[in-house]
């Protein structure tokens, strides 16, 4: 069996973390666009923070059902996250079940 349905989630990774808040925020704006009414359960983005020494690096992950804004901010197909590895970005905190 191929691992290959997994990948089926987007991320891209914004660098340093200081200067991931303006990406951050266009992604946001883009997401409540698109659902003005609120998000269904399984549409969300979240974020992780990686510490190397002293460089945070933050990577944003889509969930499949917000595909099209993840490869409209040049997100590439990935596995799902860590749950415990990622913070709610905007979205339905289900979309990681």
């Given at each position: 069996?191929?691992?290959e349905?997994?990948?089926r989630w987007r991320c891209r990774s914004l660098g340093d973390g200081l200067l991931?808040?303006?990406?951050?925020?266009?992604i946001c704006l883009a997401f409540d666009e698109l659902h003005p009414a609120g998000a269904p359960s399984?549409?969300?983005?979240?974020m992780r923070h990686r510490l190397d020494g002293?460089?945070?690096e933050v990577t944003v992950f889509f969930s499949p059902a917000v595909d099209e804004l993840g490869r409209r901010f040049?997100?590439?197909l990935c596995y799902p996250p860590e749950p415990e590895a990622v913070e709610l970005v905007v979205g339905s905190a289900t979309a990681l079940r």
């Open positions: 069996m191929s691992a349905p997994q990948l991931a808040s303006v990406p951050l925020n266009e399984d549409a969300a983005v979240f002293l460089q945070c040049g997100a590439h």
